[in-house]
C-alpha cells in the first residue's frame, strides 16, 4: 500500500473527480471525500482508495476523515457549490450563509485539520480551488465571488505561517470549465454536460470549453515535488480568462506605423 495518502474534497464529481483521478495515477491512495456516496464510491472503489462521506460543514466530519487517512500528503480542498444566485438586493440571507458555510468556512477546516496531522510529520501539500470570480467583478455570483475572494486570501495566510513547518499552501484558479456544477445553472441539469459545453464559449487558446482534466495536471504539479519550492501562490488554469482576455485594441494593429 503506498504511504503516500491525497484526501480529495468534492472528489466525487467534476474537477475533484478528475484529480482523485490524477493522483491515483500518481502514486497516491486517494481518500473521495464528499458527500455524494454512490458516485464517490465507485469512483473510489474504481481508483484503489477509500470513499468517506464527508460534509463539509461539519468539522466533526472533517477531523475524523483526516484522522483516517494515515500519512496524509496531499490536501485538496476542492469542495464548493455556487450557491446564492441573483441581485445583491435579492440576496436570500440562508443560501449566503449555506454558500459560505461550504465554500470558505469548509475551506477553514479542512486547512486547520490538514495542518493538524501534517504538522507533526514535517512535510505536505495543502491545494485549494479558488475562482476567477474571487479576482475580478462580474464572472461569478456575489457571494460565490466573495467566498472565492477569501479561500485566496486565507491560502497566502496560512502559507506564510506553515512554511515554517515544511508545508506549503496554494491555490489553484480553474476558469470556467463544464461540469456538474456549470451544467445546472447553465443547462438546468447536472447531468447534461453536452448542453453546458455548448453554452461555453470555447476558449480561443484551444477552440473548445475547459474541462476537468483540464485541472489535473495543475493540481499533480502542486502535489508533487517539483513544486517544492512554491506556496502561498495562486495557479490559473483558465487559458488566460483571467489575467490575459485580450487582445486589446492596441495589439490588434492599425495604428500609426503599425
Ligand atoms: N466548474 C467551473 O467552472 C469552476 C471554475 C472555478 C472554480 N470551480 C470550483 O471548483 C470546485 C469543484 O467544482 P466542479 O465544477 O467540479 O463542481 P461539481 O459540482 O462537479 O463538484 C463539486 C463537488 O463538491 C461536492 N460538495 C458540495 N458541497 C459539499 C459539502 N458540503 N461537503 C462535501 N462535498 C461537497 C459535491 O457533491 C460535488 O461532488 C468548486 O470549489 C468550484 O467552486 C469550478
Known amino acids: 500500500m503506498p504511504d503516500r495518502v491525497a484526501i480529495v474534497t468534492g472528489g466525487a464529481s467534476g474537477i475533484g473527480a478528475a484529480c482523485a483521478e490524477r493522483l491515483a495515477a500518481d502514486g497516491f491512495r486517494v481518500l473521495v471525500a464528499d458527500v455524494q456516496a454512490e458516485p464517490g464510491g465507485a469512483l473510489a472503489a474504481r481508483l484503489g482508495g477509500e470513499f468517506v462521506h464527508t460534509d463539509v460543514t461539519r468539522e466533526d466530519d472533517i477531523e475524523a476523515l483526516v484522522d483516517r487517512a494515515g500519512p496524509l500528503e496531499v490536501f485538496f480542498a476542492n469542495a464548493g457549490v455556487f450557491g ?15 454558500t459560505i458555510a461550504v465554500n470558505l468556512r469548509g475551506t477553514l477546516l479542512c486547512l486547520k485539520h490538514a495542518v493538524r496531522v501534517m504538522r507533526p510529520r514535517g ?20 457571494v460565490y465571488s466573495a467566498t472565492k475572494a477569501g479561500v485566496a486570501g486565507l491560502v497566502r495566510s496560512v502559507a506564510a505561517e506553515v512554511r515554517d513547518y515544511g508545508i ?37 487558446l484551444v477552440g473548445r470549453p475547459g474541462v476537468p482534466g483540464d485541472v489535473a495536471g495543475a493540481v499533480s504539479f502542486l502535489a508533487g515535488q517539483d513544486s517544492g519550492f512554491v506556496t502561498g501562490t495562486e495557479l490559473f488554469v483558465d487559458a488566460g480568462y483571467t489575467h490575459a482576455p485580450g487582445p486589446a485594441s492596441f495589439a490588434k494593429g492599425g495604428f500609426a506605423g503599425h
Do not use: Y
Open 123 to 142: 512535510r505536505g501539500s495543502i491545494i485549494v480551488t479558488a475562482s476567477p470570480g474571487g479576482v475580478v467583478g462580474g464572472v461569478g455570483p456575489h
Open 168 to 204: 506549503r499552501v496554494n491555490s489553484v484558479v480553474p476558469g470556467a470549465i463544464v461540469s456538474p456544477m456549470t451544467a445546472a445553472v447553465l443547462a438546468g441539469d447536472p447531468a447534461d454536460l453536452g448542453a453546458a459545453a455548448r453554452a461555453m464559449a470555447p476558449s480561443p
Open 84 to 98: 446564492a444566485l441573483g441581485p445583491i438586493e435579492r440576496t436570500d440571507t440562508a443560501e449566503a450563509e449555506w
